[in-house]
Nanobody, 113 residues
């Protein structure tokens, strides 16, 4: 597998989780990396993005609560999620529009109220 997500789980509202995505594809350091999520019955949506230069952007619902980062030496992208809300529940995926890598299995995040 090229993209392997981990770190999801069940957490109470207000809690935190740190997701990881290990990438085995080539030229990871030159790729813009994204985190997406898909809630039950909803479309997959972009949550956060980090460029190869480290520039980050966030979807409005997660601004101020989520932080995306990367470790190029470890070929890993992270998503620190704080002050989680029930509406953050879903399957979280990492992905890159810059690379021909297939979607991974994702990691389930469930936030209870």
């Amino acid at each position: 597998e090229l993209l392997v997500e981990s770190g999801g789980g069940l957490v109470q509202a207000g809690g935190s989780l740190r997701l990881s995505c290990r990438v085995s594809g080539r030229f990871f350091s030159s790729k813009t990396m994204d985190w997406y999520r898909q809630a039950p019955g909803s479309q997959r949506e972009l949550v956060a993005r980090i460029t190869d230069a480290g520039t980050t952007t966030y979807a409005d619902p997660v601004k101020g609560r989520f932080t995306i980062s990367r470790d190029n030496a470890a070929r890993t992208v992270f998503l620190q999620m704080n002050n989680l809300k029930p509406e953050d529940t879903g399957i979280y995926y990492c992905y890159s529009l810059d690379a021909p890598w297939p979607w991974g299995q994702g990691t389930q995040v469930t936030v209870s109220s």
